[in-house]
T-cell receptor, first 111, second 114 residues
Framework: KQEVTQIPAALSVPEGENLVLNCSFTDSAIYNLQWFRQDPGKGLTSLLLIQSSQREQTSGRLNASLDKSSGRSTLYIAASQPGDSATYLCAVRQDDYKLSFGAGTTVTVRA | GAGVSQSPRYKVAKRGQDVALRCDPISGHVSLFWYQQALGQGPEFLTYFQNEAQLDKSGLPSDRFFAERPEGSVSTLKIQRTQQEDSAVYLC????????????FGQGTRLTVV
């Protein structure tokens, strides 16, 4: 069974600092990995999708890397802002459809 | 609609009551998923539809849980004789096709069983 772990569980940084969020998974046979943002009481917003053949994806201040062989992905958020405060979830797709999620990293950016 | 729509957003049910949760996926999306998210945890897979066919229901916690998508668009997750451990956020997601595609999630339905 695929196990997805996100460390740290919570993170608090001052505004302007870069954020580094880690995700690890136990089975490297994945199709893709997706990073989501979840605001309190809300659903999931997709941030980045990395296919298994890719090493990284970028969107604005967000950059996600994937090292499939070692079972790791890292989400970098540059120059953090208070609006970046949320829970960030990573999920891996191991077969045609099912996503396995980590428990998330809750980020607080202090103004 | 522009995104995945779920209703109701919040549901309070008395223990033993039956509930029905609705999901309207993005128009034209073939794949539809239901996930359950307990407080402080990541979502857990419940079931998967490809058009109207339920191809995987291995994540449904018990036979009190039932899902359908009769016309390949709107889906309903039904929970019979609700129990306190059913309290969670139920998330619906859809994808345009089968392989290697992005999943789009709805806002979820928060179910509280009292």
């Amino acid at each position: 069974k695929q196990e997805v772990t996100q460390i740290p569980a919570a993170l608090s940084v001052p505004e302007g600092e870069n954020l580094v969020l880690n995700c690890s998974f136990t089975d490297s046979a994945i199709y893709n990995l997706q990073w989501f943002r979840q605001d309190p009481g809300k659903g999931l917003t997709s941030l980045l999708l990395i296919q298994s053949s890719q090493r990284e994806q970028t969107s604005g201040r967000l950059n996600a890397s994937l090292d499939k062989s070692s079972g790791r992905s890292t989400l970098y958020i540059a120059a953090s802002q208070p609006g970046d405060s949320a829970t960030y979830l990573c999920a891996v797709r191991q077969d045609d459809y099912k996503l396995s999620f980590g428990a998330g990293t809750t980020v607080t950016v202090r103004a | 609609g522009a995104g995945v729509s779920q209703s109701p957003r919040y549901k309070v049910a008395k223990r033993g009551q039956d509930v029905a949760l609705r999901c309207d996926p993005i128009s034209g999306h073939v794949s539809l998923f239901w996930y359950q998210q307990a407080l402080g945890q990541g979502p857990e897979f419940l079931t998967y539809f490809q058009n109207e066919a339920q191809l995987d229901k291995s994540g449904l916690p018990s036979d009190r849980f039932f899902a359908e998508r009769p016309e390949g668009s709107v889906s309903t997750l039904k929970i019979q004789r609700t129990q306190q451990e059913d309290s969670a956020v139920y998330l619906c997601a859809s994808s345009p096709s089968l392989m290697n595609t992005e999943a789009f999630f709805g806002q979820g339905t928060r179910l509280t069983v009292v």
